[in-house]
C-alpha cells in the first residue's frame, strides 16, 4: 500500500505540473488544428521559429525546426549550434546576422511565428527571443526580399523564406 499510495502522489504531482502555466505551454485545440493545416507547407521542411515553438509544431506539421531546446535532440546532433545559431539571427535581426545564418542553412525555408493575439505562443517567443518581435523580424525579412507571407492565422504566421536574397552579404554575425 505505501508504494501505490506513493505512485499515486507523485501521479498527481505530475498532473498538477502539467497544468501549470509556467511549467508547460500546453496548445489549444485550435492551436493544434492550426499546426495541423500548415503539414502541406512545412512537411519535410526545415523552418526557423524559437527554438520551444519549433519544437511544439514539429509533430503537427512534421515540418523539421533548426532549433529545438537543449535536451530535446539526439546527442550527437549539432542542435546546441543550431539553437545558438538561430537565437542570435532572431535576436540581433541584422542584415549581417541573416545572411550568415542563410548560409549556414541554406535548406532553411520558412519562418513560423506567433500571430497577434496568440498568448501562449508569444509567451513562448517571448522567452526566448529577447529584443525582437515576430512583426520586426519580418519586417526586417522583407525589407531585404528574403521572406513573403504564405499564411497569417489566429495562432502563427508563415513567410517563405529565400535564403538566396541575402547571399554573399557574407559578413560574421556577432
Known amino acids: 500500500l505505501g508504494l501505490a499510495a506513493l505512485f499515486w502522489l507523485g501521479g498527481a504531482r505530475?498532473?498538477?505540473?502539467?497544468?501549470?502555466?509556467?511549467?508547460?505551454?500546453?496548445?489549444?485545440?485550435?492551436?493544434r488544428a492550426e499546426a495541423s493545416e500548415l503539414r502541406?507547407?512545412?512537411?519535410?521542411?526545415?523552418?526557423?521559429?524559437?527554438a520551444l515553438l519549433g519544437y511544439?509544431?514539429?509533430?503537427?506539421?512534421?515540418?523539421s525546426p533548426l532549433a529545438v531546446p537543449p535536451g530535446h535532440?539526439?546527442?550527437v546532433h549539432p542542435f546546441a549550434e543550431r539553437e545558438r545559431d538561430a537565437r542570435l539571427a532572431l535576436r540581433e535581426n541584422s542584415h549581417a546576422c541573416w545572411a550568415y545564418l542563410f548560409?549556414?542553412?541554406?535548406?532553411?525555408?520558412f519562418l513560423v511565428t506567433p500571430a497577434p493575439g496568440a498568448?501562449?505562443?508569444?509567451?513562448?517567443?517571448?522567452r526566448e527571443v529577447e529584443g525582437s518581435s515576430p512583426e520586426q523580424i519580418r519586417r526586417g525579412l522583407a525589407q531585404w526580399g528574403a521572406a513573403r507571407p504564405v499564411h497569417?492565422?489566429?495562432h502563427f504566421v508563415v513567410d517563405a523564406l529565400d535564403p538566396g536574397a541575402l547571399a554573399g552579404a557574407g559578413a560574421a554575425c556577432p
Not at 18 to 25: A, I, K, P, Q
Not at 58 to 63: D, I, K, Y
Open 152 to 154: 497569417a492565422g489566429r
Open 14 to 31: 505530475v498532473v498538477r505540473d502539467f497544468r501549470h502555466e509556467e511549467l508547460y505551454h500546453p496548445f489549444s485545440a485550435s492551436a
Open 119 to 126: 498568448r501562449v505562443e508569444r509567451r513562448l517567443w517571448a
Open 103 to 109: 548560409a549556414r542553412y541554406p535548406d532553411l525555408r
Open 56 to 63: 511544439g509544431l514539429a509533430p503537427f506539421t512534421l515540418g
Open 40 to 50: 502541406g507547407l512545412l512537411h519535410g521542411k526545415k523552418f526557423l521559429s524559437s
Open 73 to 75: 535532440a539526439s546527442p
